[in-house]
């Protein structure tokens, strides 16, 4: 009725749907949020291939409201980027689900990992965690809190003596921490 | 599949191997491990990778273990499997490609198996939590959708419609209840501005809210709807007594020898309750300044509103001539009825912190790890916000890492500073005792004085004075209320205690005093205003009893009325509270920030950093909590205006947080106080509930004024009812006997020692998956280094025969 633009094909809201923890509603308005990144870039409909095709460099999604004052903004959009580069639609729809309230634990255990796996070698070394603690207090603390604190994180969580977790070893001890479902979510 | 097959086999395996090796305690070491490497000849030969997955899939088992196995995700584990390789691969310099994961992920179609229905939508749902991209999912969910399905019949159809129908009625209702909630907008604002911690704070609070709201909505259903619809439509009935004749009457206890129930009787009591009556029309003013007021604004009596006690006269209602509806049985019942499901919420609220607890205690709280990994709050949106939580997080990470010290520093403590610190510590507790002792006589001091002030004939038409006096108590106990957690946290301090164990005990004292500064009031009313009565008098105390636990007013009569003045004191307590808070969010608070940007020295600066004591501000909740769970029986109305209480609250406390306070606050992530917290809310429950049973069973009601008139003790009601359901009776007299009460008791406790052994076992089987896990980790670099050293010899023989080396992964 009238001139209403539709932005997705039904297929692709059915698909979307399922593959995300989203509903339609949320789903539209995630669309709208990413418009706002580049409205000259992405277009209203996205009903042919653009959900896969149109990127958005990782500079501009970094600076969008929910993810300017994220100290691993850019290894969020990074990890969740297809080519390292710019960040589709699609890429940007998974994002924000990983990120949402609904997803389960395992979903965000698998994407902090390699979100704090600096490097991208699957496991979290020394230097990993160095770089994670400066992110997160932004050179406040001295070198020897912060070699003090990761020392301390890897007797914790080191299970088998080789100075690195893996990934077994980060979801055993994240599933032990209490407030990492409450903080690891972004509302959109 | 079929390494799969020989991972779980070698599982059983390698379980009554590292049995015995568990028990010889050594762990694999280089020298060692040949001997049990030739028992074992085919250990050699296993690929590494499934070394690793069989310690993937036993995190896996012993993380569900205590659970029923179905919870068991079989991507996951898959998961874990293939990353685990991925991870040796890149030991061996080849790099992994997320698409390799997605092989594993498929369901398993090469064996031939049809999926039917209900496998392929569960299937379908588990695509939303892969951890690959979009495209890899959609291109899954068609390969799902265009598989051949078997369609179920009959009974499994039906339960997988069922099923499906319910989960997506479900997440609906979830969603919808988390967006459209009330009060959402400013938990999010709050949440933005300063985290998860103070957010709690504020659900707390929220929580109060609806359970307040519970109660009210309970109390309106049962007890004032029906009362107020009777009114409304009948009017109070008219007592025949003449105040007149009555007053020789109760001068001089005619009726002491008549039974209960005569005619005498009833008289006698018609007779009270004129009096009361002539007293509250006399214009006396006795009856406290709130009334004076009242009378004044052209109100009429507060005692003959609904708020008050005195409102609640007749004991039965018949509505028409149909049904009694036996009104002070209800009024008991339903009180009873609030009271249990009240602890039945706490209990369940108990159950969640007990699992916390349990971990804590375990061992398992992994500060530093909790501390970096799950430390910052993505859902921050500005620069305030975000400076915020960094200085809180960097908060947290100082007092850890002093922790540490502090904990090294307590080896190495000397005799005498230890001696020292016992001093000290026993000081503080001496000094804490004084003070709340010194805060209770001021209390009760201030209670008595006001009361007799309040009591007697003021010239003062206008009764604002009179109800000034009245509000002193009020105001002094929010005094008290809001000044002690300071100088206890001060107190505290000096003890040097470690940070968690002083956050409980400045929890505990806080609340003690809170409690007792409640009951001193109580207790000064009391003595004030109430005895037992004597038979046949209306008010005269009884003489038998002039010993007992609390003082018998000095004019020898109990008040008239007593409940209705309690009930009002108890209202001015809240009222009190309210306007206290309000000054100091309002005025106060932003004047000390001020004072901070003027005058630049280091006390205008102690002065002005305000921060949000998160634990008086959650003591601040259970207070309201327990003034209306305490009085709602003399006082209906209280819990209606503890919900308007809670909801003023609320948006005090948010200006506070989002304005006034801009230093971190003391937050909780490197001490867990859940148990404190749920030691508080039990304490507080309990000496509610006592006070309940004692006012229900042990007080004697007023003899003019409320449903209970006449009666010995509110309980009297019920059981007055009870008697005419003769086999509902006997059936409760059978269950509250002693024949019934201690099997029951047996069997609760064989449960409980049940699931104590259990908790045992697991705990044992915890510690033995964690020395497994070790012993694996052990063998993986022996292994490891075992195969570089292949690996080299190969090398060095022929550079050509590198495949040689390389795995097979089948």
Known sequence: MGNKIVTFTEEQLDDYQDCTFFTRKEILRVFKKFRELNPSLVPKTMTANEPVTVRVPIEIVTKMPELKENPFRERICTVFSRDGQGISFEDFLDLFSAFSEHAPRDIKVQYAFRIYDFDGDQFLGTSDLEKTLQSLTRDELSPDEVSLVSTKVLEEADVDDDGKLSFGEFEHVITRAPDFLTTFHIRI | ?810
């Open chain 2, 1 to 810: 599949m079929s390494s799969s097959r020989e991972v779980t086999a070698r599982k059983k395996d390698v379980w009554e191997e590292a049995g015995s090796e568990f028990y010889t305690e050594s762990y694999p070491s280089g020298s060692k491990t040949p001997n049990t490497h030739q028992r074992r000849p085919s250990r050699l030969a296993i690929p590494l990778p499934s070394h690793t997955a069989r310690r993937g899939s036993l995190l896996q088992g012993s993380r569900h273990f205590g659970k029923s196995g179905h919870r068991r995700k079989p991507s996951v584990t898959a998961l874990t499997y293939t990353s685990t390789m991925a991870a040796t691969e890149n030991a061996n310099g080849t790099t992994t490609n997320a698409n390799d994961i997605q092989v594993s992920i498929l369901p398993d179609l090469s064996e031939g198996t049809i999926l039917n229905e209900k496998k392929t939508w569960e299937e379908l749902l588990r695509i939303k939590s892969m951890p690959v991209p979009m495209a890899q999912k959609r291109q899954l969910k068609a390969q799902l959708t265009n598989l051949p399905k078997l369609r179920l019949k009959g009974w499994s159809h039906l339960k997988y419609l069922v099923k499906k129908s319910w989960k997506n009625f479900r997440g609906q209702v979830v969603r919808s209840y988390r967006h459209t909630v009330f009060l959402h907008d400013s938990l999010q604002a709050i949440e933005l501005r300063s985290g998860t911690a103070i957010v709690n704070v504020f659900l707390f609070i929220k929580w109060t809210l609806f359970l307040n709201l519970g109660i009210s909505i309970a109390l309106i259903a049962f007890i004032i709807g029906p009362y107020l619809t009777h009114y409304l439509i009948n009017g109070r009935p008219t007592n025949t007594e003449d105040p007149a004749t009555c007053k020789p009457i109760d001068a001089n206890g005619t009726a002491a020898n008549a039974s209960v129930g005569s005619d005498e009787w009833e008289r006698f009591i018609n007779c009270c309750e004129a009096l009361y009556t002539a007293e509250l029309q006399s214009g006396n003013a006795t009856r406290g300044g709130l009334a004076t007021v009242f009378k004044n604004l052209g109100w009429g009596d507060i005692e003959t509103w609904p708020i008050s006690f005195s409102f609640y006269y007749e004991s039965t209602i018949y509505d028409n001539n149909h049904a009694p509806y036996h009104f002070d049985a209800m009024y008991v019942v339903t009180g009873c009825v609030i009271f249990l499901s009240c602890l039945l919420l706490m209990v369940y609220s108990i159950s969640k912190g007990v699992k916390e607890v349990i971990q804590l205690n375990e061992g398992e709280f992994y500060k530093y790890s909790n501390l970096v990994f799950a430390g910052w709050e993505h859902y921050t949106n500005d620069e305030p916000g975000a400076e915020f939580k960094r200085r809180v997080l960097r908060k947290e990470m100082r007092i850890a890492l002093q922790t540490e010290a502090k904990k090294i520093n307590d080896l190495m403590i000397t005799k005498r500073q230890r001696l020292k610190i016992y001093f000290i510590r026993l000081f503080v507790n001496f000094t804490v005792l004084a003070l709340v002792i010194i805060s209770g006589i001021i209390i009760f001091i201030a209670v008595e004085k006001t009361l007799n002030k309040e009591a007697e004939v003021d010239t003062d038409p206008t009764g604002l004075k009179r109800l000034a006096i009245g509000f002193i108590p009020s105001f002094v106990i929010s005094i008290f209320n809001i000044s002690y957690p300071i100088i206890l946290s001060r107190l505290g301090k000096l003890e040097q205690y470690s940070r968690q164990w002083e956050t409980s005990l400045v929890l505990i004292r806080a609340l003690a005093i809170r409690l007792y500064s409640i009951y001193a009031a109580a207790y000064g009313f009391a003595r004030n205003s109430y005895c037992i009565p004597e038979p046949g008098y209306c008010t005269e105390c009884d003489a038998r009893h002039k010993h007992g636990l609390i003082e018998v007013p000095k004019s020898n009569n109990r008040k008239l009325c007593w409940e209705s003045i309690f009930g009002i004191h108890i209202y001015r307590l809240m009222l009190a509270d309210l306007m206290i808070k309000i000054v100091i969010t309002f005025v106060t608070d932003p004047l000390r920030r001020l004072l901070r940007h003027c005058c630049k020295n280091k006390i205008a600066e102690k002065i002005g950093t305000l921060s949000f004591n998160i634990v008086r501000h959650s003591l601040d909740v259970i207070y309201i909590q327990t003034l209306s769970m305490m009085s709602f029986f003399v006082a209906p109305f209280s819990p209606i205006f503890a919900v308007i209480y809670c909801f003023l609250v609320f948006y005090i406390k948010k200006f506070s947080v989002l304005y006034n306070c801009t230093s971190p606050p003391d937050t909780f992530r490197t001490s867990r106080t859940t148990i404190t917290f749920m030691a508080a809310k039990m304490i507080s429950f309990i000496i509610v509930l006592f006070t309940f049973v004692s006012y229900i069973g042990l007080m004697t009601p007023s003899r003019e004024c409320g449903p209970f008139r006449g009666l010995s003790s509110p309980w009297e009601a019920v059981e007055q009812h009870l008697t005419s359901y003769t086999t509902l009776y006997d059936y409760l007299q059978t269950i509250g006997s002693p024949g019934v009460a201690v099997p029951v008791a047996l069997v609760l406790i064989l449960l409980a020692y049940y699931y104590y052994s259990v908790a045992m076992a697991n705990r044992a089987m915890v510690e033995t998956l964690r020395h497994l896990l070790i012993l694996e980790g052990h063998d993986k670099q022996y292994l490891f280094g075992k195969l570089n050293s292949l690996r080299r010899k190969s090398q060095s023989n022929s550079p050509t025969t590198e495949d040689g080396v390389t795995l097979n992964h089948a």
